[in-house]
């Protein structure tokens, strides 16, 4: 078992750029989270997918968005980076809304 | 809204001797659950322990257990026979569940470093 697996693991982007950060959850899991890192912080939901709806959403700008595929696996999209965007970005996978959450090693995102 | 505070940003440790983390948090919900969780240097996110708030029993997950005292909204880690391998930043967190508006997400704390010095 892959576990959960994120890709890229480091990306460079220039201020204004797009970014698409991708996940695919842990066999058997139908639910992904996103999060977002800064340095030395603790992570912060930006949003939760379920059978391919955005489920909850934490208070982030509508820059930043999603989706989910039938297989499950999922995409976070950024739009007009802003330096302030520069964090790791984890994705989480579960078998259901609330139960045990899996992370992967998350991308780390820098805009210069 | 949920939040959890983590009042030490820095611990350290002998090898082999037992350190306390300590986490506080606020919510109006009443059904949730609350973990810990370790991040490595490799940045991966890993489930250390987790309680359920109707449960009054404390967790233990062999060398790590809690102290969870829901009216006090407190839930301190403690670590026996510190290694090495558990160097870390430790993460409090919680999840509501039964509808709430926390329901399915994790709201982190500020996370405490822990170096186990040998």
């Not at chain 1, 930006?46 to 499950?72: A, K, L, M, T, V």
């Not at chain 2, 967790?59 to 909204?73: C, D, G, I, L, Y």
């Not at chain 2, 026979?81 to 870390?88: E, F, I, N, P, R």
Request: aromatic content about 12%; overall charge negative; hydrophobic content about 30%.
């Amino acid at each position: 078992d892959a576990g959960v697996t994120q890709s890229p693991t480091h990306l460079i982007k220039t201020r204004g750029q797009q970014v698409t950060l991708r996940c695919s959850p842990k066999s058997g899991h139908d639910t992904v989270s996103w999060y977002q890192q800064a340095l030395g912080q603790g992570p912060q939901f930006i949003f939760q997918y379920y059978e391919e709806e955005e489920r909850q959403r934490g208070n982030f700008p509508d820059r930043f968005s999603g989706h989910q595929f039938p297989n499950y696996s999922s995409e976070l999209n950024v739009n007009a980076l802003l330096l302030g965007d520069s964090a790791l970005y984890l994705c989480a996978s579960s078998p259901a809304l609330i139960e045990e959450a899996f992370f992967g090693q998350g991308t780390r995102l820098t805009v210069v | 809204a949920q939040t959890v505070t983590q009042s030490q940003p820095e611990m350290s440790v002998q090898e082999a001797e037992t350190v306390t983390l300590s986490c506080t948090y606020d919510t109006s919900e009443s059904n949730y659950y609350l973990f810990w969780y370790k991040q490595p240097p490799s940045r991966q996110m890993i489930l250390v322990i987790r309680q359920e708030a109707y449960k009054q029993q404390n967790a233990t997950e062999n060398r790590f257990s809690v102290n969870f005292q829901k009216a006090a909204k407190s839930f301190s880690l403690k670590i026996s026979d510190s290694q090495l391998g558990d160097t870390a930043m430790y993460f409090c967190a919680f999840q509501g569940y039964a509808g709430g508006t926390s329901y399915g997400k994790l709201t982190f704390g500020q996370g405490t470093i822990l170096t186990v010095h040998p």
